[in-house]
């Protein structure tokens, strides 16, 4: 079947403009992680969503960043006035809830000029 | 504050030897432990998951659990050049919100 999509795979912007990034789960996971990671760097947290709801948005660097999850299906992530220390990839997981195994999408790599 | 630790390495193995990568996490109530790998420039992949104490055994790779010690391994036997990659390690919380933490990763250079 087909894993997590996510769209654009790149997106090049100019610093103060606002981002939408896109991420597509395996149909039937009910868990949605977004994590952001630098170069060389390891996965930064973000916000997880169980269903639509958002247990946890502990991850989110600043008030710059939202996000949001239409019922179990589709999230977009948002990054408003975009700064350059927001070029990163953001990459999707997803998971069933009863087993917690996350499957990754492609990631959308972000460059803020 | 939940967290689970690596060694961010690099860890050097030589070919055809066994690669041991650990893992030591905070949270007594993590009952599911996952081992990911990720390449340079790709998404993180899944290699094995693990929940009961013990050996987990898959192909080349071996994963252990001790939740007495609170330290999960990834043993990799034969290394090949191929393995050369970042390992994450990763814990589910048990509560309602199921969520799972990551480790920072290890990286792994295995020497031809």
């Known amino acids: 079947g087909a894993g997590v999509s996510q769209s654009p795979s790149n997106k090049v912007t100019e610093k103060g403009k606002d981002v939408e990034l896109r991420c597509d789960p395996i149909s039937g996971h009910t868990a949605l992680y977004w994590y952001r990671q630098s170069l060389g760097q390891g996965l930064e947290f973000l916000i997880y969503?169980?269903?639509?709801?958002?247990?946890?948005k502990s991850g989110l660097p600043s008030d710059r960043f939202s996000a949001e999850r239409t019922g179990e299906s589709v999230s977009t992530l948002t990054i408003q006035r975009t700064q350059q220390e927001d070029s990163a990839v953001y990459l999707c997981a997803s998971s069933l809830a009863a087993t917690g195994t996350q499957y990754f999408g492609p990631g959308t790599r972000l460059l803020v000029l | 504050q939940k967290e689970v630790e690596q060694n961010s390495g690099p860890l050097s193995v030589p070919e055809g030897a066994i690669a041991s990568l650990n893992c030591t996490y905070s949270d007594r109530g993590s009952q599911s432990f996952f081992w990911y790998r990720q390449y340079s420039g790709k998404s993180p992949e899944l290699i094995m998951s693990?929940?009961?104490?013990g050996d987990k055994e898959d192909g080349r790779f071996t994963a252990q659990l001790n939740k007495a010690s609170q330290y999960v391994s990834l043993l990799i036997r034969d290394s090949q050049p191929s393995d050369s990659a970042t390992y994450l390690c990763?814990?589910?919380?048990?509560?309602?919100?199921?969520?799972?933490?990551f480790g920072k990763g290890t990286r792994l250079h295995i020497l031809p």
């Open positions: 693990i929940y009961s104490n």
């Open positions: 969503f169980q269903g639509n709801s958002a247990p946890d």
């Open positions: 990763a814990g589910r919380e048990m509560n309602r919100d199921d969520k799972i933490i």
